[in-house]
């Protein structure tokens, strides 16, 4: 547990870096054999507008090719429970284990395990998943997040858009 605690550590210092550079504060890293293997960070907004820049896959992005082979002995460390998208990458590179700090209860993939094609179903079954580990420092990130996302809704397409604006909704899907 305080080697998870120290990558978490790595990857909430990620998300925040993300934040200052205006993105939503998630961050994830890879390690395989106790050494971190690759590092990302949400990059959806800047430089340019990009939904498949969370963090979870610029951290895949970033493994070297020759990496992969030991795929099933990584763990990835992500702030923020994945969303669908980075939950089907991350069974697709065959990782073999998942360690998140906060829980998204409206956009993790956490609701959908119990209801999985059954290709993905034999890939989560080689998959250990484990969180929220540290939701203390990775819960106030979510907030954030949250916060950014609303305001960002709101300043791109104008609150007429969004009738239940303060509702929880979320953005996992969008970390």
Not at 15 to 43: C, K, Q, W
Not at 57 to 71: D, F, G, H, T
Not at 113 to 120: D, I, R
Request: aromatic fraction near 8%; charge should be negative.
């Amino acid at each position: 547990m305080l080697e998870d605690e120290k990558f978490m550590h790595r990857a909430i210092e990620l998300a925040l870096l993300a934040e200052r550079e205006g993105n939503l504060p998630v961050g994830a890293i890879i390690t395989l054999d106790g050494e971190v293997v690759a590092e990302g960070r949400s990059a959806i907004w800047v430089p340019e507008f990009d939904a498949t820049r969370h963090a979870e896959i610029e951290a895949l992005r970033a493994v070297q090719a020759n990496l992969w082979e030991s795929s099933d002995e990584m763990t990835l460390y992500t702030t923020l429970e994945p969303c669908l998208m980075c939950f089907g990458s991350i069974l697709l590179h065959g990782i073999g284990r998942v360690v998140f700090g906060s829980a998204d209860s409206y956009g993790g993939a956490g609701s959908v395990l119990e209801h999985l094609p059954p290709y993905f179903q034999e890939r989560i079954e080689k998959t250990q998943w484990l969180g929220p580990i540290m939701p203390g420092e990775c819960d106030s990130l979510h907030e954030r997040l949250l916060a950014l996302e609303e305001a960002r809704r709101w300043q791109v397409q104008g609150e007429d858009a969004f009738p239940f604006a303060g509702a929880d909704r979320g953005c996992g899907a969008i970390s």
